[in-house]
């Protein structure tokens, strides 16, 4: 057999390469929304500032900040940990139904085995999904339908991907009628007593749970989240 070999160390790239790096990494994101409407805001507040109308020139370089600082990383993680306060993710999580809710997907993008792949916020879904399913072996219900008429329907893509990743097809149930998550809980709901599921087990994002409670508590739903 083939035996692998370690790798030489990397030769260490020049200064001016990484200054490089650095600097394509400030400039990228002001070339692309929403980062361009910010540079025009701030380039339009200077220039009025140069121009000597204060005012107009304050309030478009204010509004280049409202709109860049949420964005930046370290003040959206302190806008969104209140979201994920108190959540805990089920050390031994039990049922008889997996419940995924749907999220994003990228419709016409190729991919290995076909058409339509998930955002990063519904990969992660799609991965506890099918952790969980292998774990537990129980069916799993892709909750999920067309928002808009143009839209293709995200419930193929995610069991496409569910199935690439294991799951048998037999074992993938897909609601693709719910359109937001109240109809998420709802058409679930009536899915679980059709095939008799007691126990069903909610996946979703941590930003979406607290939400997602609320909703399955307006269905009169007992799910686990």
Not at 106 to 129: A, N
Not at 132 to 137: A, P, T, V
Request: aromatic share 6%; net charge positive.
């Amino acid at each position: 057999p083939t035996q692998m070999r370690n790798p030489a160390p990397a030769a260490v790239p020049p200064r001016n390469a990484m200054d490089f790096y650095l600097l394509k990494k400030i400039i990228t994101p002001f070339l692309l929304l929403p980062g361009l409407f910010v540079l025009l805001f701030l380039l339009g507040g200077l220039r009025s500032l140069w121009r000597g109308r204060p005012g107009r020139g304050l309030a478009l370089v204010l509004i280049a900040a409202a709109l860049w600082v949420p964005a930046t990383p370290p003040v959206a993680d302190k806008l969104l940990r209140p979201l994920e306060a108190g959540l805990a993710i089920p050390e031994n999580p039990e049922g008889d139904v997996i419940i995924m809710m749907g999220g994003a997907v990228y419709e016409g993008s190729p991919d290995l085995s076909g058409i339509g792949i998930p955002s990063q916020g519904t990969w992660e879904r799609i991965v506890t999904v099918v952790r969980l399913q292998r774990r537990l072996g129980v069916p799993v219900i892709l909750s999920g339908g067309q928002v808009h008429p143009a839209q293709a329907p995200p419930g193929p893509i995610y069991r496409r991907l569910l199935t690439d990743l294991g799951v048998p097809r037999e074992m993938i149930l897909v609601e693709g009628e719910s359109r937001d998550t109240l109809e998420n809980a709802e058409f679930s709901k009536a899915l679980c007593q059709a095939q008799g599921f007691r126990r069903p087990i909610v996946v979703t994002s941590a930003l979406h749970i607290r939400r997602a409670r609320l909703k399955i508590g307006r269905a009169s739903c007992r799910e686990r989240v």
